[in-house]
């Protein structure tokens, strides 16, 4: 199985910073990379797949990079309802892993 | 708009079988490229990939439940169930269904979400 980490667990930023997550694949994966918003109590959100295209509807302030097995997740300017956590998936081979998020708190 | 809606049981009995099903709308499991998927996420914890099934009745599981894992669509009713043998405390999480728009233009990337499903295994 592919493992997927992510870093850091947490961060805390306040409203306007600029916000980066890492996501690290245990192999290669090409851009087969989507990350997903979760805020509290609600379902997972698609923002990115393909590493780097952003999903429908999904604002240009969240931005992705990467391929082979380094990812990064950028959010340009924090709101208030970019507080969340953050998930990484791989769907380059079963199972289709995520990483164990990243809680974006407010500092 | 394309909406997905699990139900089933929200408390089972440890060695009890877990039968959930996912209602797609705004998009059908006949059409080629589609697929849906199961995720779950016990509470306070990290999302988890159990399986997936596609237009053409192509399907994986998560090699670790693959023993107590089934997963099959109703074309008719646009459905699709996910089975679960022996439940335990353990699988104690919210079950979510999630869409798979277009295998050959996008990957097996997961588009729109349901709202999830919480099940509580305990006797």
């Known amino acids: 199985d592919i493992q997927m980490t992510q870093s850091p667990s947490s961060l805390s930023a306040s409203v306007g910073d600029r916000v980066t997550i890492t996501c690290r694949a245990s192999q290669g994966i090409s851009t087969y990379l989507a990350w997903f918003q979760q805020r509290p109590g609600k379902a997972p959100k698609s923002l990115i797949y393909?590493?780097?295209t952003l999903q429908s509807g999904v604002p240009s302030k969240f931005s992705g990079s990467g391929s082979g097995t380094d990812f990064t997740l950028t959010i340009s300017s924090l709101q208030p309802e970019d507080f969340a956590t953050y998930y990484c998936?791989?769907?380059?081979?079963?199972?289709?892993?995520f990483g164990g998020g990243t809680k974006v708190e407010i500092k | 708009q394309i909406t997905l809606t699990e139900s089933g049981p929200t408390l089972v009995k440890p060695t009890e079988t877990l039968t959930l099903t996912c209602t797609l709308s705004g998009s059908s499991i006949r059409t080629t490229g589609v697929g849906v998927g199961w995720i779950r996420q016990p509470p306070g914890r990290a999302l988890e990939w159990l399986a997936v099934?596609?237009?053409?009745?192509?399907?994986a599981y998560r090699p670790s439940l693959k023993s107590r894992l089934t997963v099959t669509k109703d074309t008719f009713r646009n459905q699709v169930v996910l089975t679960m043998t022996k439940m335990d405390p353990v699988d104690t999480a919210t079950y979510y269904c999630a869409h798979i728009p277009d295998y050959y233009g996008s990957g097996r990337r997961f588009g729109n979400w349901g709202q999830g499903a919480l099940v509580t295994v305990s006797s």
């Open positions: 099934i596609y237009w053409d009745d192509d399907k």
């Open positions: 998936q791989q769907y380059s081979s079963y199972p289709h892993s």
């Open positions: 393909a590493a780097s």
